[in-house]
């Protein structure tokens, strides 16, 4: 269990802080605006802050090194991608504050016992309508006087987001980073102000095949009574074609929860369907006849081409004796040499407008 993110897990110390983080994941503040913010001028006083989307914990050694009520109960955050549990369990141990973590989509039924939440530090994502729906939840749920904090970077549309809610009610800039922001708003001011976000908000493939699966699809061989795994299945499409085509068991895995709670509602009517939250297939223990993936080579919009390596690592353990890898990728990624640093071999089955089918065994 988790043997590839021991591998990425790293101690580190920053602003008298020691935590465990992972550069390649972008867990911790290091190489990163928003979080560094958070760093440099400390957590406002409350007694029960809530974090969203501040993957693993570093928030944590900064609870226990601040003197505040905060870092004298327990710390809620919110779940939105399946490795941050790992790294929240590992800094809670390191720091001794306790850590209740769960997982929470915008539009469902919000967890009582954030309710109470006096401070709520939000990590902006790049998709507008993602960010929207959690202002818009934590103001209907919250009371009216919490205090919503949402920082972010310049290239994540930080600036755009103060001009939205700008429109709606009055937001603060607190402070300004190395191209970041720091944003904060009363909960209470947006209530009843921001419609619900569409469907598919901050999911890939948003329902409808890309360029780039649309060709893996076309090239995705004879599935009938093969066991199939949809690695990084996003909203299910790949999974769903699995579906059609006649296999007899597919799991779509995703490390993003929001997208996980989505596909088994869109693809409830496919009994072959399991639907599991992991990173990079780090706790299945199960393997399959073909695997079908279109990897992703990007992190919080930060090109992390290590990402394919991983990918093709954690997916070959996830292969059966005699199993193929079908997956796509854009043509300026290096794909056959990190098949080859993975023992697997590689052949390219077609190139299309800017995208590569590589079939490997």
């Known amino acids: 269990m988790h043997a590839l993110l021991d591998t990425l897990c790293t101690k580190t110390e920053y602003r008298g802080c020691t935590f465990y983080d992972s550069w390649v994941l972008n867990t911790g503040p290091l190489f990163d605006g928003p979080s560094e913010l958070l760093f440099r001028f400390g957590i406002p006083a409350c007694e029960r802050p ?4 501040f993957g ?33 369990d590992k800094n809670s141990s390191l720091t001794g504050i306790e850590a209740r973590a769960q997982v929470y989509n915008p539009g469902e039924i919000f967890p009582e016992e954030w309710r109470n939440s006096d401070c709520v530090f939000i990590r902006t994502w790049k998709q507008m309508d993602l ?3 959690w202002v818009r939840a934590l103001a209907q ?7 919503v904090h949402l920082i972010g970077g310049n290239d994540d549309g930080i600036r755009n987001i103060k001009t939205r809610l700008s429109k709606l009610a009055p937001v603060r800039e607190e402070h300004i980073g190395c191209h970041s922001r720091w944003l904060s708003i009363r909960a209470g001011d947006f209530a009843g102000k921001i419609d619900p976000a569409p ?8 329902g409808a095949h890309d360029r780039g699966t649309a060709l893996l699809l076309e090239f995705a061989g004879d599935l009938r009574d093969k066991s199939v795994c949809d690695l990084g299945s996003g909203s299910g ?18 490390n993003q929860y929001l997208a996980i709670a989505h596909s088994k509602r869109a693809l409830a009517h496919y009994p072959q369907i399991e639907h599991r939250a992991g990173f990079i297939g780090d706790d299945i223990d199960e393997r399959f006849e073909v695997l079908l993936t279109n990897p992703p080579f990007h992190l ?13 690592k954690g997916a070959k353990r996830l292969l059966a004796r005699r199993g193929e890898i079908r997956l796509v990728a854009n043509e300026f990624l290096d794909y056959r040499t990190f098949a080859a640093d993975c023992g697997l071999s590689c052949e390219t089955i077609a190139h299309d407008k800017g995208f590569r089918i590589y079939l490997m065994k």
């Not at 749920?141 to 205090?147: F, R």
């Not at 919080?300 to 093709?312: D, I, S």
């Open 237 to 254: 499409v790949i999974a769903e074609f699995a579906a059609v085509s006649g296999a007899h068991r597919v799991l779509a895995a995703d």
């Open 141 to 147: 749920e919250l009371d009216p006087a919490a205090a």
């Open 300 to 312: 919080e919009g930060r090109t992390r081409l290590l990402l394919g390596a991983l990918w093709l």
């Open 50 to 53: 809530l974090f969203v989307h």
């Open 56 to 88: 693993g914990g570093a928030y944590l050694a900064l609870l226990a090194n601040s003197g505040s009520a905060a870092a004298k109960t327990p710390c809620r955050a919110a779940l939105i991608n399946a490795e941050d549990l790992y790294f929240i």
């Open 199 to 206: 469907e598919y908000a901050g999911i890939f493939g948003g």
């Open 131 to 133: 960010n929207m729906a």
